[in-house]
């Protein structure tokens, strides 16, 4: 029936035969699906290498004069840690790990416009990331995951690895950003408007542009620290005429946007699981799309606030300030619109949920501290200090990875058709809130102290501090194991799911767990917004997709 809902030869009609065979389904895939679990499990083995990183770091600060490893071997650990978990593993997870995975279904598309630059963009991920990896071989880079020059330009081979492999993962970043804009402009199903998009494809929405136009500028930069280290054309060193603050600038134009791109889906995941087990509408639907696309927006205009202490003229540090004051603003509506969405709820404490929650509350811990960096006067005070790597990473773990956790939980079963093991979930998530919150709390205050970054010793007066941080990390490492045995376990041994486990309402609950091939028999139309618990659901034309019935040919299907 439904089958005339959609345009005659329109593109979302087109059904494509499955492809048989294990090569052409699984490893060169054009589904944006299988595309998407690649992503996931691919990101998830770079955060394994990149973690066992953090630890070396972690044993290493155990003593204050170090002794762990060599202290150049620690500058170029850290370096690598930090460049992997940003480009390797939140970057990719969060857009093309579950980007691909579950917006196309939430739009009622069949894929996504390009499936082949999809594939392409997948496969340029794992070879740049074993480019990166493979820069210890060569003395990897030094000079942390921003590689200011001139340090940059003075490092073994590995630095220009370095500049290659990020330039690649930019490449991949840039062609998903065209990929996902194209797709949420174009093939949404009759009825989608955009304010009834789920908030999970604002995300996507809001970061596509950021992918597509912020990581040129970090391309370019790239391109010239690469020429210079290889070529000697004089960029960046100063001795030759180049400056090295430009490097700062055009490393921010694209980094501060990269923030928002390493949080704003992971926003949108967390208020896809929110309403679901609050069993309430999202609050503040329009808010929360709205300040998603304001934030990108502004994103663009507060780089120089990383640059307070680079000689920046005062009269162009207050703009920045002010500029990153502003931010907080659609911030906060978030905040106060997810906490709304709790407020009287029913809510079911599933581990998705409980992760979901603990991203509100350590997110704010991470968003309060950036507004105070945000202050000239307190930043002058704290950059470069511990401080700073408290403040991204209550953003970027307590924010960004705990996001990816909820929306493994939630949306494993429709990777998978099974359950994840809710025991050990809960286990993962209680270890790792402790383990977390002692790991990088006391950064705060060590960091105000004056204890500075990416530095292999320590004044002895915070040893107490940096054991129990220690020991904190190795905590929170348990836990991910116990995440990950959960996986692995739950593939096969876990509760069949069915179709829709947590009675949620956005469309990629209403079809098979996994979906077929297709995604879905018959194109939907959609009436309204999925969030109200109260009403039927806002669809037509479903009634087909649980059913054995074989899908129609569509008009125009080839
Ligand atoms: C209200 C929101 C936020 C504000 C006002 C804010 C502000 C700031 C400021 C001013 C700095 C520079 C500090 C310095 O180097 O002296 C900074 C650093 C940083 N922020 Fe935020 N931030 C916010 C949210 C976020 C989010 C959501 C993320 C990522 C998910 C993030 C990631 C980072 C990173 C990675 C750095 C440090 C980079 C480095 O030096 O290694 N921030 N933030
Ligand atoms: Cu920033």
Redesign the pocket.
């Known amino acids: 029936m439904a089958v005339a809902a959609v345009p005659a030869g329109g593109i979302a009609g087109h059904i494509h035969p499955e492809p048989q065979g294990f090569v052409r389904r699984y490893v060169f895939s054009l589904d944006h699906k299988i595309i998407g679990i690649q992503y996931i499990i691919t990101a998830f083995v770079f955060m394994v290498l990149a973690g066992l990183l953090a630890e070396v770091i972690r044993t290493q600060l155990l003593n204050a004069n170090g002794g762990f490893v060599a202290p150049d071997t620690y500058n170029e650990v850290y370096s690598v840690h ?1 460049s992997a978990m940003v480009w390797l593993v939140i970057i990719p997870v969060l857009t093309g790990g579950f980007g691909n995975l579950v917006f196309p279904l939430q739009i009622g598309a069949r894929d996504v416009a390009f499936p082949w630059l999809n594939m392409l963009s997948f496969w340029i991920f794992p070879v740049a990331g074993l480019m990166l990896f493979s820069s210890f071989l060569m003395g990897a880079p030094t000079a ?3 590689e200011y020059p001139p340090v940059s330009l003075q490092g073994a081979a590995g630095t220009s690895m370095w500049a290659a492999a990020i330039f690649l993962v930019g490449v991949s970043s840039t062609m998903t950003g065209i990929n996902f804009v194209v797709t949420i402009l174009k093939m949404r199903a009759p009825g989608m408007t955009f304010t009834r998009m789920p908030l999970f494809v604002w995300g996507q929405f809001a970061t596509a542009p950021l992918l597509m136009i912020a990581t040129t500028a970090l391309a370019a930069a790239l391109a010239a620290l690469f020429i210079e280290r290889q070529f000697g054309v004089p960029f960046f060193d100063p001795t030759k005429g180049g400056s090295p603050v430009m490097w700062q600038h055009m490393f921010w134009f694209y ?1 501060h946007p990269a ?2 791109i ?2 704003l889906p992971a926003f949108g995941i967390i208020s896809e699981v929110l309403p679901t087990f609050s069993r309430k509408p999202i609050f503040g639907y329009k808010l929360i799309a709205f300040s998603s696309m304001a934030i990108a927006l502004a994103g663009f205009m507060v780089w120089a ?2 640059m ?2 680079s000689g920046l003229a005062p009269f162009l540090q207050i703009p920045f300030m002010i500029i ?1 004051f502003v ?2 603003v659609p ?1 906060g509506i978030k905040i106060f619109s997810w906490t709304a969405t709790l407020w009287r709820g029913k809510i079911h404490y599933t581990t998705a949920m409980l992760f979901a929650i603990g991203f509100v509350g350590l997110f704010t811990l ?2 309060i501290t ?2 105070f ?2 202050a000239i006067p307190f ?1 002058l005070h ?3 200090t511990y401080f ?1 790597v408290g ?2 990473h209550y ?2 773990v307590g ?2 990875l705990m996001g990816v956790f909820a929306g493994m939980y939630y949306w494993f079963p429709k990777m998978s058709g099974r359950l994840l093991n809710e025991t050990l979930g809960k286990l993962h998530f209680w270890l790792f809130f402790i383990g977390f919150n002692g790991t990088f709390i006391p950064m705060h205050w060590l960091g105000m102290l004056g204890m500075p970054r990416e530095v292999a010793t320590y004044d002895p007066q915070f040893t107490f501090w940096n054991r129990f941080e220690s020991f904190s990390s190795y905590l929170m490492t348990f836990a991910i194991l116990i995440f990950f045995v959960n996986v692995l376990w739950s593939i096969r041994n876990g509760k069949r799911s069915g179709p829709n486990p947590w009675g949620a309402r956005t469309l990629e609950w209403q079809i098979p767990s996994p979906p077929n091939y297709y995604n879905f028999k018959h194109i939907p139309t959609i009436y309204g917004l999925p969030y109200d618990f109260s009403q039927p659901l806002p669809y037509k034309g479903l009634e087909e997709e649980l059913t054995d019935s074989p899908p129609p040919v569509a008009a125009g299907a080839h």
Do not use: K, P, R
Request: aromatic content about 8%; cysteine-free; glycine content about 24%.
């Open positions: 930090g942390g995951w921003m980094s923030v928002y390493m949080i606030h990383h307070f202490t990153t931010i907080g911030t991470g968003g950036g507004i960096l945000a930043d704290v950059h470069g700073i403040h991204i953003v970027l924010g960004s």
